[in-house]
């Protein structure tokens, strides 16, 4: 996506040429020999507009290199002419380091010679300072400053606000509004938006959270929408066509929440460059919708071939392109449709309104053709319903249900388990479980061997499962308890794997089968002494660093993946283990994890337990693709022959251009190992950002979850013709997890 998408009217962001990190330490550089009566510039800016600036500088001599650059007027503003000169070469290394440049790379591409004639730089701030610095340097001095520093100043223009004016006309049928716009001149592009009231009071309130100005809301949401069409896939040009409309026009936003007070906001906007800008003060009014319109819209529901826990089930609306709501649950025997849609409303209507539980067209759940399987149930022998209604802000229309009843189950306390282990490490192990019944719900883990007491583990289930239910009712007030036992617990059979064990130790595995409409446990199972974990292993991989490469130098011709190592660093690390290893396994995680203290090897084995790469033995390297400057740590383990999981061997990795190796070392070992042929499978890349922590002790592996609510969203809004607005809620991401945070 291009800037015009990513900059609005008024963004406030400072530009400068070189990314400045505060905290970079300015480097020293020799006293100039400034030589005036040699080297002077004529620095002429050319023009000037909101987000550009157009300059010429004239050196008096031509074959000598010079340095130029735009930065914010403040950041030199008071200094003295060799803290400028420190400055800008501090910034010029900063943007070199995150570049994987050391400063003497960076120079050739930065430094420039003879006359530059109307250079103009884009993407600067609206109505901002900037500085223009040129001054001399000399390659052959390590590029020390020889002339002092011209500085002209300058500032981009600032949004003058015309003064457009709309004649906005709302008219509220129902919860549907349509507005008939007149702007005062045809010419000028223009954007709507409408929201409730609640939700614009929300960010704007004075005393609220946000403390947004009307224009700062009016910028967020119109970015929000921008990024909602680019992920729908749409092109820069179709974007434009979709949000700006030009001249008189009639809008209409349909399927608002009923009985609400909503807002709307239009204001004019103009290009500038490849920048996006406010260009008139935001008009606004409000509105408040009726009740829902009525439609008549109809079901047919069939229910057939029902089961203990699955029924075949499709629902066919009377409109094809009508968005409707349907759920199946358990039925008390009692509630009415009319009940049930109101106590649905009830707990879903923030989900309702922003359309992630509205369907459209044929729903089918019969496992035949077209349909990939039957609708699955909570538990047997219980009543279900399947209702659907018509849904946009509101009701549309009259519900319509169809109730039955799943087969009878086998009685829980009758179930029998097989329990086969399938593999042990040192810290855990893995086994099947197969019931003699599909339709129990049961609960498994594992405790060491002599700490087993039946009654207690029960009784600690039992409370567990009771403080669970209410919880959820709390958000679900129409729950049931075989609904949550469903959720939570596992029927049928199940690869479970019991983790963050204690090396060299006796656990006994129990089973505890349950009554879903009760949450109660109805009979216990245990397997003393089921499995032992391996005694830890003794070899400990030793981490060494062959070096750092840049990806800009390798360009895909070593791994043949450009885009992937492009503007990274390559780093490439070696395992020396014990020639008894049987095996060796990897992994990287972000940030700085050297503290075995902190971060002890059960938690690392937790974070990683879906990451571990396995490495060769006869060819012990690993190639990641990482940022440069930035810290990650590399860990290893090594299994012995008897199959022990050893300590973690432990390496921090951060590339800098300082300790960067040359390219054809890189070549030379990817041949020497792979051959040339093979070049491309020796690297391996990393995303830390994908793994998860906090695990139970047991997990299912290969626990079905077919969903039996599956959402969808809204059609794609075509962007030919725009004549419907969109409607919706900002969303706002105000927690970013800590990585290295237990």
Same mark, same amino acid.
């Given at each position: 996506?291009?800037?015009?998408?990513?900059?609005?009217?008024?963004?406030?962001?400072?530009?400068?040429?070189?990314?400045?990190?505060?905290?970079?330490?300015? $480097?020293?550089?020799?006293?100039?020999?400034?030589?005036?009566?040699?080297q002077s510039f004529e620095v002429n800016v050319d023009a000037v507009t909101k987000t550009s600036v157009t300059y010429t500088i004239t050196?008096?001599?031509?074959?000598?290199?010079?340095?130029?650059?735009?930065?914010?007027?403040?950041?030199?503003?008071?200094?003295?002419?060799?803290?400028?000169?420190?400055?800008?070469?501090?910034?010029?290394?900063?943007?070199?380091?995150?570049?994987?440049?050391?400063?003497?790379?960076?120079?050739?591409?930065?430094?420039?010679?003879?006359?530059?004639?109307?250079?103009?730089?884009?993407?600067?701030?609206?109505?901002?300072?900037?500085?223009?610095?040129?001054?001399?340097?000399?390659?052959?001095?390590?590029?020390?400053? $020889?002339?002092?520093?011209?500085?002209?100043?300058?500032?981009?223009?600032?949004?003058?606000?015309?003064?457009?004016?709309?004649?906005?006309?709302?008219?509220?049928?129902?919860?549907?509004?349509?507005?008939?716009?007149?702007?005062?001149?045809?010419?000028?592009?223009?954007?709507?938006?409408?929201?409730?009231?609640?939700?614009?009071?929300?960010?704007?309130?004075?005393?609220?959270?946000?403390?947004?100005?009307?224009?700062?809301?009016?910028?967020?949401?119109?970015?929000?929408?921008?990024?909602?069409?680019?992920?729908?896939?749409?092109?820069?040009?179709?974007?434009?066509?979709?949000?700006?409309?030009?001249?008189?026009?009639?809008?209409?936003?349909?399927?608002?929440?009923?009985?609400?007070?909503?807002?709307?906001?239009?204001?004019?906007?103009?290009?500038?460059?490849?920048?996006?800008?406010?260009?008139?003060?935001?008009?606004?009014?409000?509105?408040?919708?009726?009740?829902?319109?009525?439609?008549?819209?109809?079901?047919?529901?069939?229910?057939?071939?029902?089961?203990?826990?699955?029924?075949?089930?499709?629902?066919?609306?009377?409109?094809?392109?009508?968005?409707?709501?349907?759920?199946?649950?358990?039925?008390?025997?009692?509630?009415?449709?009319?009940?049930?849609?109101?106590?649905?409303?009830?707990?879903?209507?923030?989900?309702?309104?922003?359309?992630?539980?509205?369907?459209?067209?044929?729903?089918?759940?019969?496992?035949?053709?077209?349909?990939?399987?039957k609708f699955k149930l909570d538990s047997p022998d219980t009543d279900y319903y399947v209702i659907a209604f018509g849904y946009a802000g509101?009701?549309?229309?009259?519900?319509?249900?169809?109730?039955?009843?799943?087969?009878?189950?086998?009685?829980?306390?009758?179930?029998?388990?097989?329990?086969?282990?399938?593999?042990?490490?040192?810290?855990?192990?893995?086994?099947?479980?197969?019931?003699?019944?599909?339709?129990?719900?049961?609960?498994?883990?594992?405790?060491?061997?002599?700490?087993?007491?039946?009654?207690?583990?029960?009784?600690?289930?039992?409370?567990?499962?009771?403080?669970?239910?209410?919880?959820?009712?709390?958000?679900?007030?129409?729950?049931?308890?075989?609904?949550?036992?469903?959720?939570?617990?596992?029927?049928?059979?199940?690869?479970?794997?019991?983790?963050?064990?204690?090396?060299?130790?006796?656990?006994?595995?129990?089973?505890?089968?349950?009554?879903?409409?009760?949450?109660?446990?109805?009979?216990?199972?245990?397997?003393?002494?089921?499995?032992?974990?391996?005694?830890?292993?003794?070899?400990?991989?030793?981490?060494?660093?062959?070096?750092?490469?840049?990806?800009?130098?390798?360009?895909?011709?070593?791994?043949?993946?450009?885009?992937?190592?492009?503007?990274?660093?390559?780093?490439?690390?070696?395992?020396?283990?014990?020639?008894?290893?049987?095996?060796?396994?990897?992994?990287?995680?972000?940030?700085?994890?050297?503290?075995?203290?902190?971060?002890?090897?059960?938690?690392?084995?937790?974070?990683?337990?879906?990451?571990?790469?396995?490495?060769?033995?006869?060819?012990?390297?690993?190639?990641?693709?990482?940022?440069?400057?930035?810290?990650?740590?590399?860990?290893?383990?090594?299994?012995?022959?008897?199959?022990?999981?050893?300590?973690?061997?432990?390496?921090?990795?951060?590339?800098?251009?300082?300790?960067?190796?040359?390219?054809?070392?890189?070549?030379?070992?990817?041949?020497?190992?792979?051959?040339?042929?093979?070049?491309?499978?020796?690297?391996?890349?990393?995303?830390?950002?994908?793994?998860?922590?906090?695990?139970?002790?047991?997990?299912?592996?290969?626990?079905?979850?077919?969903?039996?609510?599956?959402?969808?969203?809204?059609?794609?809004?075509?962007?030919?013709?725009?004549?419907?607005?969109?409607?919706?809620?900002?969303?706002?991401?105000?927690?970013?997890?800590?990585?290295?945070?237990?």
């Amino acid at each position: 996506m291009k800037r015009i998408l990513m900059y609005m009217a008024m963004a406030l962001g400072v530009f400068a040429s070189w990314s400045c990190d505060p905290q970079t330490e300015p $480097t020293p550089e020799p006293e100039p020999d400034p030589t005036p009566a040699l080297q002077s510039f004529e620095v002429n800016v050319d023009a000037v507009t909101k987000t550009s600036v157009t300059y010429t500088i004239t050196p008096a001599l031509l074959d000598k290199e010079y340095v130029a650059v735009v930065t914010a007027a403040e950041a030199v503003k008071g200094l003295e002419d060799e803290q400028i000169v420190d400055k800008v070469f501090a910034d010029i290394k900063a943007a070199a380091g995150a570049q994987g440049l050391t400063f003497a790379e960076k120079m050739p591409k930065v430094a420039v010679k003879g006359v530059q004639d109307h250079v103009e730089l884009t993407g600067l701030a609206v109505d901002t300072e900037y500085a223009l610095v040129v001054f001399g340097v000399d390659p052959a001095k390590d590029w020390a400053y $020889t002339t002092f520093p011209e500085v002209v100043e300058f500032k981009t223009e600032a949004v003058e606000l015309v003064e457009y004016t709309f004649d906005v006309t709302a008219t509220v049928e129902d919860n549907t509004v349509s507005f008939h716009v007149v702007p005062s001149d045809n010419n000028i592009a223009w954007h709507l938006l409408t929201v409730t009231k609640a939700m614009y009071d929300n960010y704007t309130d004075p005393a609220g959270d946000y403390q947004w100005t009307k224009d700062v809301f009016y910028q967020a949401y119109a970015e929000n929408e921008i990024q909602t069409y680019a992920g729908m896939g749409y092109t820069e040009e179709q974007i434009l066509a979709a949000m700006f409309l030009k001249g008189e026009q009639d809008l209409i936003a349909e399927g608002l929440n009923a009985n609400t007070e909503y807002v709307y906001l239009i204001a004019a906007f103009e290009i500038d460059g490849q920048n996006l800008l406010i260009a008139s003060e935001a008009s606004e009014g409000t509105y408040t919708t009726g009740d829902v319109a009525k439609t008549e819209l109809t079901f047919d529901i069939s229910v057939t071939d029902v089961e203990q826990m699955r029924a075949a089930i499709k629902i066919t609306p009377s409109d094809l392109e009508a968005a409707f709501v349907w759920m199946c649950q358990a039925w008390d025997g009692v509630s009415t449709p009319e009940q049930i849609v109101e106590n649905i409303v009830a707990a879903n209507k923030s989900w309702l309104d922003m359309g992630f539980m509205s369907y459209y067209g044929v729903q089918d759940y019969t496992g035949g053709p077209g349909s990939q399987y039957k609708f699955k149930l909570d538990s047997p022998d219980t009543d279900y319903y399947v209702i659907a209604f018509g849904y946009a802000g509101g009701v549309t229309s009259e519900p319509e249900m169809v109730t039955f009843r799943t087969l009878p189950g086998a009685d829980p306390a009758e179930c029998t388990f097989d329990l086969e282990l399938t593999e042990t490490t040192t810290y855990g192990f893995e086994f099947n479980v197969t019931p003699s019944d599909v339709t129990t719900y049961y609960y498994g883990d594992v405790c060491v061997a002599s700490e087993y007491d039946e009654a207690t583990l029960v009784a600690q289930v039992e409370e567990g499962i009771q403080q669970m239910y209410e919880m959820n009712k709390m958000f679900s007030p129409d729950l049931t308890m075989s609904a949550m036992i469903a959720q939570y617990y596992w029927n049928g059979t199940n690869v479970m794997a019991a983790e963050n064990l204690t090396p060299d130790t006796e656990y006994t595995v129990y089973i505890l089968a349950l009554d879903a409409k009760t949450g109660k446990v109805v009979k216990a199972h245990s397997y003393p002494s089921f499995a032992k974990t391996k005694p830890l292993g003794t070899i400990v991989p030793q981490i060494e660093l062959v070096g750092y490469y840049s990806g800009d130098e390798e360009a895909g011709a070593i791994f043949g993946q450009p885009a992937a190592t492009a503007g990274k660093a390559i780093a490439v690390v070696k395992y020396n283990v014990d020639p008894s290893a049987t095996s060796l396994y990897s992994g990287v995680l972000e940030g700085n994890g050297m503290d075995a203290a902190e971060y002890d090897d059960a938690y690392i084995n937790e974070m990683l337990k879906f990451y571990w790469d396995q490495v060769s033995l006869s060819q012990p390297y690993s190639f990641f693709v990482t940022t440069w400057q930035m810290e990650q740590t590399v860990f290893a383990y090594a299994e012995d022959a008897n199959g022990g999981k050893g300590a973690l061997g432990r390496f921090l990795l951060c590339a800098t251009a300082e300790e960067k190796g040359s390219i054809d070392d890189l070549k030379a070992l990817v041949d020497e190992l792979n051959g040339q042929s093979k070049a491309a499978s020796a690297m391996s890349s990393v995303n830390a950002g994908e793994v998860v922590s906090g695990k139970p002790i047991v997990s299912a592996k290969q626990k079905e979850t077919v969903s039996t609510d599956i959402m969808s969203s809204s059609p794609a809004i075509p962007y030919v013709e725009q004549k419907t607005i969109k409607t919706g809620n900002l969303m706002q991401l105000d927690f970013v997890p800590a990585f290295w945070t237990k």
